[in-house]
């Protein structure tokens, strides 16, 4: 045994050996400077406070319902209309459905949402916000129980006012489907919106049922305000959730010295616990973050109730999948900036006004029966994220080298 140990811990020595001489030679060229200084400075936002999202959502979900403070409505436009051939023999039009599919059972799904479709006065663009258009004729009702499709039946003069609408376009300016219960929310589908003409018509060897859809050409949802709304003074940001609050922050960043490296430039969240979603979902066990990042351009207060008063950039700065974020053993969310802004912010404090950091999507474990589930932040609990006013505020890593000295 002691002939087998010999060579190894030779071996090792050597290894060792060259090792130090490689650092060795490098210090030697570098100068008694060695490589250069590492500066880490960890500094505590001077503003921070979570902003609700209140403009219009075009994205893969459309929530409505109520619960809580939280209450939502969908929108949808048509551009064109299909019809049927009216010329097929012995065309007859049977009904005519607004469809929406269900795109996510959330919480229990227990319960029901009543709901009325309803024409808009005048049409509705990007620039809608909450209560929405004026609503203009009811074109229908249904009580949804989380089950299938939530579909509207136009009645017996449907047809007869698609084809309206179909010639003159104007008279269908937009559709407006609105809660008439409470206390529940559901989430739908906004590509999947169709109305649906059901006929009949005479085939070569019997009677022929059909149907033909028209899609939506724009799909919205829009939601109250936040209630209680935020006012700065918080110890619990609200990160995520059916507010689809963000969080704004800013920090100082110390002038860099002419020739250093930029290492790091990380806002470290301290999460001190979460919030369930609007249908009282907690929060699973492993949760994967999708992140945006935006400049904030323009100074802002905290407090500020609403991110299109935030003066930010139209496209993120940078986009992030943060690591998976453990809910038993985890307590902070770690999310580096970009590191162009170090060098801008270090060379001119005037031009740091922070940043805004919103979720764009959630994936989930919901059981173990289900692997992953993506939920936009709407559908999704949210986190509570120190302030600075708290225990435990979030702070900005920065970390520096100089350059090392020269040659000699």
Not at 12 to 32: A, F, K, T, Y
Not at 345 to 370: F, M, Q, Y
Request: charged share 15%; proline share 10%.
């Amino acid at each position: 045994m002691a002939a087998l140990a010999l060579p190894a811990s030779m071996l090792l020595c050597g290894c060792s050996n060259r090792v130090d001489r490689i650092v060795g030679n490098e210090r030697l060229i570098r100068g008694p400077g060695g490589l250069g200084t590492t500066v880490g400075i960890v500094s505590i936002p001077s503003r921070d406070s979570h902003v609700p999202r209140n403009s219009a959502n075009f994205g893969p979900a459309l929530l409505l319902g109520q619960s809580g403070s939280f209450d939502a409505l969908s929108l949808f436009k048509v551009s064109t209309w299909r019809l049927p051939a009216l010329t097929l023999t012995g065309f007859t039009p049977i009904a005519v459905h607004f469809v929406l599919p269900q795109r996510q059972i959330l919480g229990t799904g227990t319960g029901s949402i009543s709901a009325d479709l309803s024409l808009t006065s005048a049409p509705w663009d990007s620039s809608v916000s909450w209560p929405g258009p004026v609503l203009g004729a009811s074109l229908g009702s249904t009580n949804f129980d989380f089950i299938g499709d939530l579909r509207v039946n136009l009645g017996p003069s449907g047809f007869s006012e698609v084809q309206q609408w179909a010639a003159d376009p104007s008279l269908a300016p937009g559709f407006a489907l609105i809660r008439s219960s409470t206390g529940t929310v559901g989430s739908f589908q906004a590509s999947g919106a169709v109305f649906r003409i059901f006929y009949q018509y005479t085939g070569p060897d019997s009677t022929e049922t059909d149907s033909i859809d028209t899609h939506m050409s724009l799909s919205a949802y829009i939601h109250g305000p936040m209630s209680p709304p935020p006012t700065g003074t918080e110890t619990a940001m609200i990160f995520g959730g059916e507010f689809e609050s963000g969080l704004a922050l800013r920090a100082p960043v110390p002038p860099i010295t002419d020739g250093s490296s930029v290492n790091e430039l990380r806002f470290l969240l301290p999460v001190t616990g979460t919030a369930p979603a609007i249908d009282g979902a907690t929060m699973p066990d492993t949760v994967f973050l999708s992140v945006d990042i935006y400049r904030i351009r323009a100074p802002w207060t905290e407090g500020v109730t609403d991110q299109a008063t935030l003066t930010i950039d139209a496209s993120p700065t940078s986009h992030l999948v943060l690591p998976q974020f453990l809910t038993a053993q985890d307590t902070a969310l770690s999310i580096p900036l970009p590191r162009v802004l170090t060098r801008e912010w270090g060379a001119d404090s005037t031009s740091n006004e922070g940043v805004l950091i919103r979720i764009r999507d959630v994936t989930v474990r919901p059981s173990p029966l289900v692997l992953r589930m993506v939920q936009t932040p709407g559908e999704s609990p949210s986190f509570l994220i120190g302030s600075r006013e708290s225990a435990r505020p979030p702070v900005l890593r920065f970390s520096t080298t100089t350059p090392p000295p020269g040659r000699f």
